[in-house]
């Protein structure tokens, strides 16, 4: 069973920087990740995307989180890691971690989420 776990998520204060990190494992053999990312809550209780990267390295982010959040990831280890930078109270936010995994020679994937780690920037 497919499993991420996240890391970092901590109180900081305006204008700080925290680390999230999201290990997947579990994978079976025939399983490869193609996309791999962070989320968080909208106002309407939807997740949105904050960051994500595909397999071939493509990075796309949310307008809000542009020049300050950077996303990297360790294809040999499947971990994906958020550094957040010049956070602001409007980032507070439970962060999930997102992995659209397909099996070979299948076309459709099949996405698998974190439990989420709480982030929480005070004014």
């Not at 070979?104 to 982030?119: D, F, H």
């Amino acid at each position: 069973q497919v499993q991420l776990v996240e890391s970092g998520g901590e109180p900081v204060q305006t204008g700080g920087s925290l680390r999230l990190s999201c290990r997947a494992s579990g994978l079976a053999a025939n399983m490869r990740i193609n996309t791999m990312g962070w989320y968080r809550q909208s106002p309407e209780n939807q997740r949105e995307l904050v960051a994500s990267i595909s397999s071939d390295g493509i990075t796309k982010y949310a307008d809000s989180v542009l020049g300050r959040f950077f996303l990297s990831r360790d294809y040999a280890q499947n971990t994906v890691s958020l550094q957040m930078h010049s956070l602001r109270p409007d980032d507070t936010n439970v962060y999930y971690c997102n992995a659209a995994v397909r099996r070979l020679g299948r076309s459709y994937e099949n996405n698998y989420w974190g439990q989420g780690t709480q982030v929480t920037v005070s004014s």
